[in-house]
């Protein structure tokens, strides 16, 4: 099965994005910058100012901490980027979209339901899911050139905010378009109706969990 | 006498080889699972994973930018001896971690707990972890250490939980589906994977032996109690039967194999712990030899009848059969 490939500048139009379909794949040209836990508490809740002049730079912010170095003379040498959960993020995502004007996430897994309904909509954002979730040499490759790092000494290289310039990175999935439509929650509900009969001949815990749930259609995200 | 510089050399190409190179039983076995996948997406994201190991290995650069907790495994014939005694060896597998973080580079993943602090070298208190184990071997022939990275992904895929004997098989199902499905989901466990199972002991021991289940045994290899292999199998078939793939899309692949390990445990009780190793099942492992020898090879071969004894003694005669 080939799948078509839609090329996404970071900086990009609300056609752009509204043009995008859940399962679409993408690959990313233009600036990106990482942000996650660190970032968010440093620029949001501590109010230091963002050192990029955003939106103008990117729309994207990357939830990821490359696996990277930074040499003696001051270059970079980034092998492998990986996303990291983004469901984590959730307590941020709103004041950040206000703050940065970010109109694309990437990261893994997705977050919410009512996250893209509630603070993606509103902001014309999407989500950008990455593959696998181990494609980390692939997207290492459509790296350019690793433009900056900021706030290092602050947050360490794993949190800090790493700016890098993408050529045809990729593979990305759409998981939210414009509309806040969930992928994975779309699969989920597809997977769900196959688990009772999975689930035959097996029998619950005699010692059961405080709070624990049958429900499985659940999701361990918040 | 073992040479603690050739220790350490060989342990910074380890760091390197385990994250870079996928292991070819795990690359073998997925490309099996690849080949029966007929879910869209599912599938998508298999093909890209096989062209993303290539890559890693054109390159040299990791396989996943989250290059995982480092640790070591560390396995030595009954007569080992290592040039600075076992202080020295710790020394060196510590440097040899962080040096090798800056030099593949790998991710600096560890930190504090609390404070967040971050040595950028994946090395702090408790971190990496260092097991030992240790291996009867014929006179004259006991000289050797084996050196095994595990690059263990995954904040996602693991759980515990108390069972007792009333929860018989049926029990113990539903807890590795609860755990398969709950975590596959999203693909938070970065599925498909090799599954480790761990049953009995007490809690510690539970989960050391299902992450040791799934870290150290490779594709293929099944566990020597003929029932327990027969479980192994039938679980392998019932995590794929879930209507789950990769990235919790629709499909069949969430188990590349699945790996049981036991220890006697309380009369009582039947703990149960479920670990998946992610799709960069990033392992490597030499042994180093006395004489300067150095063997590399993916597979830990840890667990070994010695390693699974249920008797008091070791007779030398079990050793000289191996």
Known sequence: MTHKIIRLSTTPSPEDLAALKLGDIVHLDGVIYTGREGVYKRAIEEGVPIPMDLPAESAANFHCAPAAAQRDDGSFDMGAVTATASFRFSRWIADWFRISGARIIIGKGGMSPEDYRTKFVPNGAIYLTTVGYGTGALLGRGIKNVKGLHWRKELGLAQAMWVIEAENMGPFIVASDIEGNCLFERENAKIAGGLAKVYEGTRPAVLKRYGETDDRTDEVIG | ?322
């Open chain 2, 1 to 322: 006498m073992i040479s603690i510089d050739l220790i350490e050399s060989t342990a910074e190409v380890l760091m390197d080889k385990a994250a870079i190179e996928i292991p070819q039983d795990y690359l073998d076995g997925l490309e099996a699972t690849a080949s029966v996948e007929d879910g869209d997406l599912s599938s998508f994201v298999l093909q890209a994973m096989l062209e993303n190991y290539k890559a890693a290995k054109e390159d040299r650069r990791a396989m996943c930018g989250d290059t995982g907790c480092p640790r070591w495994y560390v396995k030595m014939g009954n007569e080992a001896q290592i040039e600075g005694g076992p202080v020295a060896l710790e020394e060196a597998l510590r440097r040899a971690t962080a040096t090798a973080t800056n030099g593949v580079p790998l991710r600096p993943n560890r930190v504090h707990p609390l404070w967040r602090t971050d040595h950028d070298n994946n090395v702090g208190i408790n971190a990496p972890e260092i097991e030992y184990g240790f291996e009867p071997s014929a006179p004259g022939q006991g000289d050797w250490i084996d050196l095994t990275t595990v690059h263990k992904g995954g904040l996602f895929g693991t759980d515990y939980r108390m069972l007792f004997p009333s929860d018989g098989i049926e029990g113990i199902k539903r807890f590795y589906l609860d755990s398969l499905v709950a975590f596959g989901k999203r693909g938070l466990a970065c599925q498909p994977a090799i599954i480790g199972i761990g049953l009995g002991g007490s809690k510690d021991t539970c989960m050391v032996l299902g992450k040791r289940a799934a870290c150290l045994r490779t594709v293929g290899d099944r566990n020597p109690d003929p029932r327990i292999a027969e479980l192994e199998m039938e679980f392998k078939e019932l995590g794929n039967s879930i209507g789950m793939g990769a990235m919790g899309f629709v499909g069949k692949s969430m188990v590349v194999d699945c790996h049981i390990e036991v220890g006697y445990c309380h009369t009582g009780g039947m703990q149960m712990s479920v670990h998946a190793f992610c799709l960069s099942s990033r392992r490597a492992c030499a042994r180093v030899h006395a004489d300067g020898r150095v063997e590399h090879r993916t597979d830990p071969q840890w667990f070994t009848p010695f390693q699974r004894r249920e008797t008091v003694e070791w007779p030398a005669t079990a050793t000289a059969a191996q």
